[in-house]
Structure formats: C-alpha cells, structure tokens
C-alpha cells in the first residue's frame, strides 16, 4: 500500500461516508492547491480538515464565512497596473 492511500485510510477512520470528498481535498493537497469547503452545517468539514491535518503532521486554521462574506475578504486580491504590467 502506498503512503497516499495510507493517508487516505486514516483520514476516512475520522471522516465516514464522503471518500469522494476526501479524495478530492487530497489532491488538491498534493498540487499545492486550496479548497473551499461549502456545505450547510454539522456534515464534517472542519472533521475533514482536522483530520488532514492530524495525519500529515500539519497545522490548521479555521474561517467561519456568513453569506455576504466573499474569499477576496479574507486572502485579498490583485490589481492589474497598467504601466508595471503587473
């Protein structure tokens, strides 16, 4: 067994019934990507993350959003400068 799938097993001990998500927030892990985890309350997402957390040794932040709060209001965003072009 490799050590992705191994990951996969453990995070799935603390996370029952949404292998398709865990499979997919692993992946994004592994091409260095970020995920929005949106659905109504009390599913397991802060499990989820925790628990990817807990087995990869790494440290966790949480966000709580309302409705009217956008990603842009927390990690910013880009302007382009037309005379810098960037």
């Known amino acids: ?28 892990f592994l091409a260095g990507g970020h995920i929005l985890l949106e659905d109504v309350p009390g599913v397991g997402k802060t499990t989820l993350a925790m628990a990817f957390a807990r087995t990869l040794g790494l440290d966790s932040r949480r966000v709580q959003f309302t409705s009217d709060t956008l990603p842009s209001d927390i990690i910013g965003f880009s302007v382009y400068d037309k005379e810098t072009q960037m």
Do not use: P, T
């Open 1 to 28: 067994m490799n050590n992705a799938q191994l990951v996969i097993d453990e995070v799935k001990k603390a996370v029952k019934g949404k292998d398709d998500c865990i499979i997919k927030a692993f992946a994004a």
